[in-house]
């Protein structure tokens, strides 16, 4: 295993940081908000799903009454 002295690794740590492609503003907010109104998509469809199990768990048990 090869060895690199501090000051050389810290050189190529800046080298290989310099070629990242960081987002735009722009990009950034519109990504954010996908994933907010995904977010809020997905808690709403588990909710109705869960009101929906709950009525028929309900429906079923008090038949059985």
């Known amino acids: 295993m090869a ?3 501090p ?3 810290i050189q ?6 310099a ?12 990504t954010t908000v996908m994933v907010l109104v995904m977010a ?3 808690a709403t469809f588990f909710s109705l799903t869960d009101v ?3 009525f028929c ?3 079923v048990l008090s038949a059985f009454h």
Do not use: D
Request: hydrophobic share 50%; proline share 3%; no cysteine.
């Open 19 to 30: 070629k990242i492609a960081w987002p735009g503003r722009r990009e950034v907010i519109l």
């Open 3 to 5: 060895t690199t002295n």
């Open 7 to 9: 000051i050389q690794f």
């Open 52 to 54: 929906l199990i709950k």
């Open 12 to 17: 190529q740590v800046r080298s290989e940081a």
């Open 40 to 42: 809020a998509l997905t």
């Open 57 to 59: 768990l309900t429906f």
